[in-house]
């Protein structure tokens, strides 16, 4: 794992020196020292190069006479105006990436408090640590003849700012996220015969060490609370459903003590049952169950920063198998809610699940908010690409809520419709609701209307992480693989707007 530090600016004898550089190759006030230093090195590096000093650009100097470190590395900070938090984010991601590029094991960067930068220099350098640590993760337990040259060099990363007690400070918070982020990362990566409901169940009882009270509720205890949804969705698999229920009481004394809620889809692997999905690509179903590991990543984050907020999750954890139990298309099935559920295609289960979960959470306890989040429809790839999430919501305070934080994150929403028509068209000749319409029109809208049956009054909000639940390329603070999209967002919207005072 990379080692971030903070410490005083000294000179380094180590590694690569990094010095930010302006947009329009501006020098900062450590680059202009260094240059004065080493007789105009990186002046006349920058001539000679395409560099401009623009956000994440980077441009080595090797070998530079009179300093004893390998080498210099200039880095690209864009326009002072423009480096808020997620910017900052991206250019220690950025820099994390061009390290390991270069093969460099150490990195000394100085941060300073820029003329019209909207942070001072300690959360400038907390934000790059932050951006670093993300852009670093890898999965890659399951390698055992990796080359050297195949792995990571860097080791260690230290940030150099004049007041490290505050940089420190500002980096807490975001570190207990990023390995909150990590865990959903883990969860989500680990292969179908690792991580299954009964294993990730598991998994969920270490979050106590967190202060989180958790909860595993096993088949029977469901079927006696009536979720036949889920169950459905389950009986195909010699692998058990299981519930999970994590509570964190960050606010004991708040006068409204209901929670928010989380929701997550847990389809461990999903081979879409009867209704079987082609061969080609159906590996990518191990992260079927991203929503429940944002669930169980938020979770941790708010417990680690000690958030004072009262949160619950709650996350559906079952397999999609197509033997001889399996759920069959026109079965009908009795929700919790007592609803009942044509079930006309196997592959538009996640909503099952989420139906009885969602239907669970808002019945024991009442929150305030809840927001699902769930890889529901491949649709919601097709209108928004790898971009952007889809949100559903009843209440328009919660969605703004939501698409605000995301901005701020960079973990982008985009708001799509409900409404009468849609709700019509999963309405069921044979019973209650049917769980797909009557035709693949506004896939991702009729699987929203379809949880929205499932929610009573509740202000509630769906999240359609289908395409950006994992990466098929780095960028610039995910490598590729598994995003832990949402772990961000809702860390962010607790944050703004239902932590107590």
């Given at each position: 794992m990379l080692k971030i530090g903070f410490s005083k600016p000294e000179p380094a004898n180590t590694g690569t020196l990094v010095v930010a550089v302006l947009d329009d190759r501006r020098l900062t006030p450590a680059a202009q020292a260094l240059d004065k230093k080493t007789g105009g090195v990186v002046t006349r590096a920058m001539s000679t190069s395409r560099f401009k000093g623009r956000k994440e650009e980077t441009l080595e100097i090797l070998a530079v006479k009179g300093i004893p470190v390998a080498?210099?590395?200039l880095l690209g900070f864009g326009k002072p105006e423009q480096l808020d938090a997620l910017r900052l984010q991206g250019i220690g991601g950025a820099l994390v990436a061009a390290l390991n590029r270069s093969g460099e094991a150490v990195g000394h960067l100085q941060i300073e408090?820029?003329?019209?930068?909207?942070?001072?220099?300690?959360?400038?350098?907390a934000h790059i640590a932050y951006g670093a640590r993300l852009r670093a993760y890898r999965f890659d337990k399951y390698r055992t003849r990796e080359k050297e040259e195949q792995k990571p060099s860097l080791k260690a990363l230290n940030l150099l700012v004049t007041d490290v007690a505050a940089a420190r400070k500002s980096f807490a918070p975001l570190d207990r996220v990023a390995d909150a982020i990590y865990l959903a990362r883990d969860i989500i990566s680990e292969p179908p015969n690792v991580i299954y409901p009964e294993s990730l169940a598991e998994r969920c009882k270490r979050l106590t060490a967190f202060g989180i009270k958790v909860e595993v509720l096993d088949e029977k205890q469901m079927a006696k609370l009536g979720m036949g949804a889920?169950?459905?969705v389950a009986q195909g698999s010699v692998k058990a459903p299981r519930m999970v229920v994590m509570r964190w009481d960050g606010a004991p004394r708040a006068k409204d003590k209901r929670p928010?809620?989380?929701?997550?889809?847990?389809?461990?692997f999903d081979t879409g049952g009867i209704s079987i999905k082609p061969a080609a690509g159906m590996e990518d179903m191990k992260w079927d169950?991203?929503?429940?590991?944002?669930?169980?990543g938020v979770m941790q984050a708010l417990a680690a920063r000690r958030a004072k907020v009262n949160a619950v999750g709650v996350v559906g954890l079952v397999e999609n198998m197509p033997d001889g139990n399996a759920q069959r298309p026109s079965d009908i099935v009795k929700s919790m809610s007592g609803r009942t559920i044509e079930v006309l295609n196997t592959d538009a289960e996640g909503r099952l699940v989420l139906a009885d979960v969602c239907w669970y959470t808002q019945d024991r306890f009442k929150p305030k908010a809840m927001i699902d989040?769930?890889?529901l429809t491949g649709a919601i790839i097709v209108a928004l690409g790898h971009e952007y999430a889809g949100v559903f919501s009843n209440n328009?305070?919660?969605?703004?809520?939501?698409?605000?934080?995301?901005?701020t994150t960079g973990e982008q929403l985009w708001r799509f419709p409900l409404g009468e028509a849609f709700d019509r068209d999963i309405d069921s000749d044979a019973a209650d609701v049917k769980n797909i319409g009557s035709n693949r029109a506004a896939g991702s809208i009729i699987g929203?209307?379809?949880i929205h049956r499932f929610v009573n009054d509740v202000p509630w909000a769906h999240l359609d992480i289908a395409g950006v639940a994992w990466s098929k390329k780095d960028s610039a603070i995910t490598p590729k693989g598994a995003t832990a999209f949402g772990v961000r967002l809702l860390d962010r919207l607790v944050a703004a707007h239902y932590e107590e005072e």
């Open positions: 080498r210099i590395m408090t820029l003329t019209g930068a909207p942070l001072a220099a300690p959360d400038m350098a889920l169950l459905g928010i809620a989380f929701c997550g889809k847990g389809v461990t169950m991203a929503g429940a590991g944002a669930v169980i989040l769930a890889t328009d305070d919660l969605s703004s809520r939501l698409i605000a934080a995301g901005a929203a209307q379809f």
